[in-house]
């Protein structure tokens, strides 16, 4: 299972684009990307995924480069709402995921 | 469709009492997981059930944790005795077979608190 590093905290202001990178070098040619958001007292939730390139749906981007050896989580015009931590992993053929300790990402007004 | 459903989303029980915490996946998926997260710590994967057979439990963290999934529909762990270092929150999620393009679900949690 690879081993995804990422920022402990970020902060920003409402309305800005946050980008949230990720670096995971021992990715392996059939694992994907996935990110999730988490808010207190809640569970994880998905937010997106991808294997490369660029993926886009209406909550965020995800922007992978060619090598795969990082990713970009970006979240467009954020809001006091998107305030939570978030994680990325990735997901291989074996059952299980692996959390790391996330991205606490902090959005003021 | 229903979401993952946890209960008791909190408990409070004494050291050496029994608890045992319930999930319900979501209606058709075979792919069932528990994790915890103790504070101040790393959310760590527990178990795996494929239906009702144990795919991988190499995160259970001693013989005082029991997993089920009789039937293949919900799941139930069990701590006995319970000891003040099982405190935290504990998660189940479950997916469809094909996880890849669907991902994984998780329920809210149940906060355990052993005093």
């Known amino acids: 299972l690879a081993k995804t590093t990422q920022p402990i905290s970020m902060d920003s202001y409402e309305g800005q684009e946050v980008n949230i990178t990720c670096s995971h070098n021992?990715?392996?040619?059939?694992?994907?990307i996935t990110w999730y958001q988490q808010f207190p007292s809640q569970g994880p939730r998905f937010i997106i995924q991808?294997?490369?390139t660029k993926v886009t749906n209406e909550v965020a981007s995800l922007f992978i480069p060619a090598d795969r050896k990082s990713s970009t989580l970006s979240l467009p015009r954020v809001s006091l709402s998107d305030t939570a931590v978030y994680y990325c992993l990735v997901v291989g053929s074996a059952s299980k995921i692996i959390f790391g300790s996330g991205t606490r990402l902090s959005i003021r007004p | 469709e229903a979401g993952v459903t946890q209960f008791p989303s909190h408990s409070v029980i004494e050291k050496g009492q029994t608890v045992t915490l319930r999930c319900d996946p979501i209606?058709?998926?075979?792919?069932l997981y528990w994790y915890r997260r103790v504070m101040g710590k790393e959310i760590k994967f527990l178990l795996h059930?494929?239906?009702?057979?144990?795919?991988?439990e190499s995160g259970m963290p001693n013989n005082r944790f029991l997993a089920e999934r009789t039937g293949g529909t919900y799941s139930t762990l069990k701590v006995q005795p319970a000891e003040l270092e099982d405190s935290g929150v504990y998660f189940c999620a479950s997916s469809h077979q094909d996880r890849r393009n669907y991902g994984y679900t998780f329920g809210s949690g149940t906060r355990l608190t052993v005093v």
């Open positions: 991808g294997y490369k």
């Open positions: 021992n990715i392996a040619t059939n694992d994907y």
């Open positions: 059930f494929v239906k009702e057979s144990k795919q991988d």
């Open positions: 209606s058709g998926h075979d792919n």
